[in-house]
């Protein structure tokens, strides 16, 4: 079916309505922005991306928190991803990587943009969390995160692949998260690993927060990147937005592309503790204990109520009703809202002015984009650009 959107990403029409809906296998379905926005706020579990593995173990990584737990551990890393700190403290060691990264295009005059925009957002990622960006681990993150092909019908087969996705968190904790608790033990840093050994926390369970910052801050700002690029190599209003010297426009222009590319297409909660209501439409839906609700992004973020006229459309520069976050929930909202929503917008913002400054930059392959069921949003690969 086609239809009609600026999205580049976007699979299927818009749906707003209904609003709230509940499905025959009583799973609650919400499209609409002042109806999540409110239920977001309410304390709610984690549902999906590997919830119920993380919750067998009794692990508690801070995505999977809620409560009191959850409120005292992002207050206690918040300090690593404000606006103050990505300015002070990061800014520069994000230039320096751009500037680092965008050489090799500038060398090879022609790649594949997801080999940049990983590469870029593993360096940034692993400063902050306190992890050494290699070569092999930037392989080892993204053979973790990413879609894997289709499995094996052979049983062997299947058994073998099984194997090799194991492989790679076993190298992922031995090469990577081993040495760097390793270290920030004997010399402890400014950052989440250093944080989490002052809080007496093992190494499984620092492996595992280092994992949900791998899928949080690496797997989703890569593809990001590449969206945006996208649209500003095809829309010169875009472009001259994210050129511009006033970083306020630079960023509304970024959110409002967030707001069409949502790289997580569906938040997944779970009901706990007691009872939630939401009102739409001025009817009260009552939400049972342990019922699930999945909020469907793409449509939340194409709600006309909330952001006025042609909602499918790409405006750098929307009017928004005041306390409408500018993404809508493209970083999510209320307790659980992305940690790094400042840093992924900034580190985006300096990569891809660094690109657009390029002399003869073009596209030489379109882009291919598939959908990622690890974080139910889409991947972009294949993207050729070259340079004069």
Known sequence: MTFHTDSKTATE???????????????????????????LKQELLQDGFGAENVFRAKLEPVL??????????RAAIAKYFSPTTVSQKHWAMMEKAADEIIASLTTAKRINLKTLTTRMAVVVTSAVVGLNPTQGMIRRIDGMLHSPPAKPTNPIMRVFAEIIG??????????DVRPSIAERKRNPQDDVVSYMLSKGKSGLDIMVE???YGAAGMATTQEFICAVLMHALENPKVREAL?????????????????LEPVIGKIKRKVINEPVTVTSGGETHNIPMDAKIEFHVYDVNADAQAVGASPEQNCPHRELDKGTYRSLIGFGSGPHRCAGEHLAIAETDIFVRKLLALKGLRVEHQAEIKYNKTVEGYEIDNYIIGVD
């Open 64 to 73: 999977y928190q809620y409560g009191d737990p959850h409120r005292k551990q």
């Open 13 to 39: 029409p818009y749906q707003n309505t209904p609003r709230v809906e509940k499905d025959n296998q009583g799973i609650w379905h919400i499209r609409g922005y002042a109806e999540a926005k409110d239920l």
């Open 166 to 175: 194991y492989s790679h968190q076993l190298q992922f904790w031995l090469l």
């Open 210 to 212: 280092c994992l949900v």
């Open 243 to 259: 050129t511009s010297e006033d970083i306020d426009v630079r960023y509304e222009a970024l959110h409002e592309i967030l707001r």
